[in-house]
């Protein structure tokens, strides 16, 4: 019987049961069957490299390891590269059908993008009615498509273009059509191009694929010199085909004169149409000198340097790599087509059309809201916010991938125990209808420091104290985000919350205080006020003064209120010369 086995880690196995499935012969593919192998799954998956963390450095073998229904090689095997498993898909022409989960489809798109088989994607709910269902939808798909996977070797490029008419759709790689009817006929057209060759060898043989059903074979035998490298070609001179201004030479012209072009039509020395080569936006010849070169009044494009980019326009303007990018600085986040500095995104990153499932400047946002609604529900970001690219915006408050988490709601919305709060504190409990455990503080307060992850809630007020509130935490399980937290028990402070009587002296003191301040800071700015008024007016004078004129001569009416008299009996000496 079958065996299923767990693993630790989330990504999964799948890609050595796919191998398995390949390369061992016991499933008992007929010869002629379509071989289609279903693959559930709602994770990831291992691939090349993982095996690094058990210790595991032997390359996958691609070999069957199978030994009574049991895979034996997976301690000794890495996992399968996602290169090495479409190399064994091909070769044993097996298509894979890949039924997964709404969160793993982009991976597994992605997946089926870099498998060159038919492989399909499809979308699981669980129901078993669905995956048959998705069984025959995803097989209906398949036999409804058709491309052709040349395996060319290096050194050859095959082309591949389908002809597929209007009622036939065509592939997004543009390798196939799709939505083919039995009886139907499909064109291709295939160019082989041999880019060098080996000395020594002058032929390629190789297989084109079709996918789950058979392969072409492919011979291609390459001529590597011809007469004209061995001069042994003819030589037609002043051809006419080269406007009589040069020679013929291997249908190739040989210019002279300081001519030039692939006609020998334009002469180097003249460069009267250099203006028709100017961009008329940009005003430069060609759009820039690394953009294309101005040769007889035409815009000739240099080709890109990198593989896959390319310049055309009649003055080189138009790219299919000068777009807009998203952060990975992919072009049109590799969901649309860079035309000329414009994103289509109905057309894949080829070119090929496909149906439109992003919009935007750079095709970056889906036009499915699949990726802003849970598995379970039909509701955008879980009716807490808007999904806007394929994101949800969440509103305050909510937050997680679909807004489906709140802080302040859910299982931590305090307004949800506020009867149990008050039933437990009023020492109820045998009687209260709680949903989780509650508990009262031992001391009068609950030790916050102690008790991890919480949340304090507004209080309540005390049915027991008039003026008082109760005040409670809530204690949680925080689940990262993506998930709400988990709560796992209320604690209440045993001591309620009391406003403090006021302090009648402390009042009156501080008002009278308060008071006499008052009055002492006026007193003292009016005392400086004063002082400074009265200084001002006393110097004020003191210059007035100064600036006066006094007349200091006397009165001509003045007479002195004292007479003198001189005895003549003086005895003292008497000058009479001068009497």
């Known amino acids: ?157 095959v082309e591949v273009t389908p002809k597929c008419n209007d009622k036939i759709g065509q592939e997004v790689d543009g390798a196939g059509c799709k939505g083919v009817r039995k009886g139907e006929n499909v064109v291709f057209d295939v160019n082989f191009r041999v880019d060098e060759c080996v000395e020594g060898e002058n032929k390629y043989n190789f297989n084109i694929d079709v996918p789950g059903i058979a392969a072409l074979p492919v011979e291609i035998e390459m001529i590597c010199s011809c007469a004209c490298e061995n001069n042994q070609a003819e030589i037609e001179t002043d051809s006419s085909t080269c406007d009589k201004r040069g020679d013929l030479i291997c ?87 860079c035309n000329c500095g414009k994103c289509e995104c109905d057309k894949a990153p080829n070119g090929a059309s496909q149906v439109v499932k992003y919009t935007g400047d750079d095709c970056g946002c889906p036009i499915s809201n699949s990726t802003c609604k849970k598995e379970e529900s039909d509701v955008l970001c879980s009716g807490n916010g808007e999904c806007e690219c394929g994101k949800c915006l969440c509103k305050k408050e909510h937050y997680g991938q679909f807004c489906d988490i709140c802080q302040d709601c859910g299982p931590l919305d305090c307004s949800k125990y506020t009867e149990c709060v008050k039933c437990v504190y009023l020492a109820e409990a045998p009687q209260c209808n709680c949903s989780h455990p509650v508990d009262v503080s031992a001391g009068d307060r609950v030790d916050t420091s102690k008790l991890g992850r919480h949340k304090q809630c507004v209080p309540i007020d005390d049915p027991k104290n008039e ?58 700015i009016w005392k400086i006020v004063t002082h400074f008024v009265d200084k001002r007016e006393y110097e004020k004078f003191l210059e007035e003064r100064s600036k006066a004129k006094w007349n200091s001569g006397l009165s001509p009416l003045y007479k002195e209120p004292t007479t003198k008299y001189r005895n003549p009996l003086y005895s003292g000496r008497i000058d009479y010369k001068k009497i």
């Open 1 to 157: 019987g079958l065996k299923i086995s767990s693993n630790i880690d989330n990504p999964e196995g799948g890609f050595d049961a796919l191998v398995q499935a390949a390369v061992c012969q016991d499933i008992g593919w007929r010869n002629v069957s379509r071989k289609v192998v279903f693959y559930a799954t709602d994770a990831t998956f291992h691939t090349a490299g993982d095996g690094k963390l058990a210790g595991i450095i032997k390359p996958n073998e691609g070999k069957c390891g199978m030994t009574g229904n049991k895979y034996t090689r997976s301690l000794e095997e890495d996992y399968p590269s996602i290169g090495q498993l479409n190399d064994i898909l091909i070769k044993q022409k097996i298509i894979p059908i890949f039924a997964v989960t709404s969160k793993m489809q982009n991976l597994y798109d992605a997946l089926s993008d870099q498998l060159t088989q038919l492989s399909q994607v499809g979308l699981l709910d669980g129901s078993s009615q669905t995956v048959i269902n998705l069984i025959e939808e995803q097989l209906n798909a398949i036999v409804s498509r058709t491309k052709l996977n040349p395996q060319a070797p290096s050194g050859v490029t």
């Open 251 to 337: 249908g190739a012209c040989e210019c002279k004169n300081n001519t030039y072009g692939s006609r020998c039509e334009c002469d180097r020395g003249k460069n009267v149409n250099a203006d028709k080569c100017k961009n008329p936006k940009s005003g430069l010849i060609c759009s820039g000198e690394n953009n294309g070169m101005c040769i007889c009044g035409q815009c000739e494009c240099i080709p890109p340097s990198k593989k896959g980019y390319k310049r055309w326009g009649a003055y080189c303007e138009c790219s299919n790599y000068e777009c807009k990018r998203n952060t990975d600085y992919e072009i049109c986040s590799n969901n649309g087509y």
């Open 467 to 524: 003026g008082c509130s109760i005040i409670y935490y809530l204690h949680y399980k925080d689940k990262g985000t993506s998930q709400q937290p988990e709560l796992t028990h209320i604690y209440i402070d045993r001591k309620p919350d009391c406003p403090s009587a006021p302090n009648i002296i402390a009042i009156v003191a501080g008002v009278i205080g308060g008071i006499l301040g008052i009055g002492i800071l006026l007193l003292v």
